[in-house]
């Protein structure tokens, strides 16, 4: 599962409503993240 921060257009691993891969919490400004099947793109520890 992937999860996108709009804001950013960087594509995390993870889901919305949780934890990135690189530990950022979705449930924070939940409204800039959204789910997506579009290959991950960020490149931190845990989601690359
Ligand atoms: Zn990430």
Same mark, same amino acid.
């Given at each position: 599962?992937?999860?996108? =921060?709009?804001?950013?257009?960087?594509? =995390?691993?993870?889901?919305?409503?949780?934890?990135?891969?690189?530990?950022?919490?979705?449930?924070? =400004?939940?409204?800039?993240?959204?789910?997506?099947?579009?290959?991950?793109?960020?490149?931190?520890?845990?989601?690359?």
């Amino acid at each position: 599962m992937a999860v996108e =921060h709009k804001p950013t257009a960087v594509v =995390h691993r993870g889901t919305k409503g949780g934890k990135t891969g690189c530990g950022t919490d979705t449930r924070e =400004h939940s409204s800039h993240w959204v789910s997506t099947s579009k290959s991950i793109t960020c490149g931190k520890n845990g989601c690359s």
